[in-house]
């Protein structure tokens, strides 16, 4: 499934001005419609292992809302997180910066992305992108501090800064 949230929340918005890039946190009618779009593609989980479906939903830089949920496997070591299925839509839609991200579990609860997925994201948000937390939105940068970043070896084989 791809595309059928955000062109949903398209039609409903049109003329919508795209955020700039982290800029400002969205207002708490946005957080709504990404909330209400994460609950969406979440009750189409496939976490039959654990029963915690999660859903989540971004809002790019250029206005689209891209949505994952979790996929786990029987391997458990391969199980995508939702974030993972967001950051798919978000290149199979046109590529872009997500400007805003939020994961709910199945009782609507905002639950913040895991260590892995933090690693993930920061490629395509900026560290002041706002999450929803339950207390209210966070910053990316304050999710993963200190970011790892692939940097060209030096001769003596450590990493250039
Ligand atoms: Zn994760």
């Known amino acids: 499934m791809s595309g059928t949230v955000s062109g949903r929340h398209a039609r409903e918005e049109p003329g919508r001005a795209p955020e700039a890039s982290g800029a400002t946190p969205p207002a708490d009618e946005d957080w709504a419609i990404l909330v ?22 971004a809002r790019t830089d250029s206005g689209r809302i891209v949505t994952g949920c979790n996929v786990e496997n029987a391997s458990f070591g391969l199980t995508l997180c939702a974030e993972c299925g967001v950051l798919s839509q978000l290149h199979a839609t046109g590529g872009g910066r997500i400007t805003a991200l939020v994961c709910v579990d199945a009782a609507d609860v905002p639950i913040l992305p895991c260590g892995r997925c933090r690693q993930l994201l920061v490629e395509h948000a900026d560290p002041e992108t706002p999450v929803l937390s339950p207390e209210g939105p966070i910053t990316l940068g304050e999710l993963l501090p200190h970011q790892w970043k692939l940097t060209e070896p030096t001769q003596h084989g450590r990493r250039a800064r």
């Open 36 to 57: 209400a779009a994460a609950r969406t593609v979440r009750d189409r989980s496939y976490s039959p292992y654990s029963r915690y479906p999660v859903g989540a939903a």
